[in-house]
């Protein structure tokens, strides 16, 4: 049971969940921090903890067993676990259904607010949705983007039952930033969803051009995080860590170019996670000083 557990979370890569959840409480720390002092249940911040990681879960699930012939035919994903055999497709049905179900469970724990679970239904569909967007769309990146920018949002809704602008400039900047590395990370399969008739940015523009767009959607993730410091307002030490996000971001574009994409997979995993944890403390911190 833990080695089928195991390739289950490994399937989804559980630990890539660190992309979104920083975000998500980000978005719970700015609404919990008012002038009165700090507000939310311990049970509000464990059902953001368990939303995000049941419904990501489900959603990456879903996307595997979407996609599993896909994968077989491309040789980068070929040896995934249910092309490869390590899973089987019934199990991941199981697996999918029991995070689907436990996400609608988690979100009774924001209750008497009635908004988490009222919103539980089109936010999960939206996010499974994702798994065919590219078989229609060249901006399924987006599609992701919209989807993880719903955590920081959503984090704010479950805590105070309504919507203000922090939140929003927070997910626009998790959407751009989502867009931009998630067109870096499809660079590597360009040529295969071209010719498998699948839809990307890369594959459409090319990677050369497909690079330039991940590097607008960048810097818009930068002008949208300065709206938010300004707006709500946050102190300086939290402008440091944009500034520090900033440098990261041209780092993750130096290592990847149109003629070598070896590094790929450092850009997208340590540098986005060194920039979400980031974000995060500075954040923290700085409401808390």
């Given at each position: 049971?833990l080695?089928?557990?195991?390739d ?17 409480l980000l978005?719970a720390a700015?609404?919990?921090?008012t002038p009165e ?21 489900a ?11 896909i ?11 249910l092309?490869s ?9 199981l ?6 179900v436990?996400f ?15 919103l ?7 996010l499974?949705?994702?798994?065919y ?46 867009s ?23 594959s ?10 991940a590097?607008?959607c ?5 002008v ?7 707006s ?6 939290y ?9 990261l ?9 149109p ?28 409401l808390?000083?």
């Amino acid at each position: 049971m833990l080695g089928r557990l195991n390739d289950l979370l490994g399937m989804i890569k559980f630990s890539h969940t660190l992309f979104a959840l920083p975000f998500a409480l980000l978005g719970a720390a700015l609404a919990a921090h008012t002038p009165e002092g700090w507000q939310g249940r311990p049970r509000d911040w464990l059902g953001i903890l368990l939303c995000m990681a049941t419904a990501r879960s489900a959603a990456m699930a879903f996307n595997r067993l979407a996609d599993r012939r896909i994968d077989a035919l491309n040789p980068r994903t070929a040896m995934r676990h249910l092309p490869s055999g390590q899973l089987s497709v019934a199990s991941v049905v199981l697996f999918t259904v029991a995070c689907i179900v436990a996400f609608g469970a988690s979100t009774l724990l924001f209750l008497p607010n009635p908004w988490p679970l009222r919103l539980s239904i089109p936010v999960l569909l939206w996010l499974l949705g994702y798994s065919y967007a590219k078989r229609f769309t060249s901006l399924a990146h987006v599609w992701l983007g919209v989807a993880l920018m719903l955590a920081p949002i959503a984090a704010w809704i479950a805590l105070r039952g309504d919507l203000a602008w922090p939140p929003v400039l927070l997910g626009l900047a998790v959407l751009f930033w989502v867009s931009g590395f998630d067109i870096i990370y499809a660079c590597q399969d360009a040529d295969f969803d071209r010719e498998a008739g699948l839809h990307s940015i890369p594959s459409r523009f090319g990677v050369r051009k497909a690079l330039r767009f991940a590097a607008v959607c960048h810097a818009i993730m930068i002008v949208a995080l300065l709206a938010l410091g300004w707006s709500y307002p946050l102190g300086w030490l939290y402008f440091v860590g944009i500034g520090a996000a900033a440098l990261l971001l041209v780092y993750e574009h130096a290592l990847v170019r149109p003629d070598d994409l070896t590094r790929v997979n450092v850009a997208f995993f340590q540098v986005n996670i060194a920039i979400s944890m980031g974000l995060l403390a500075v954040g923290v911190l700085d409401l808390l000083i």
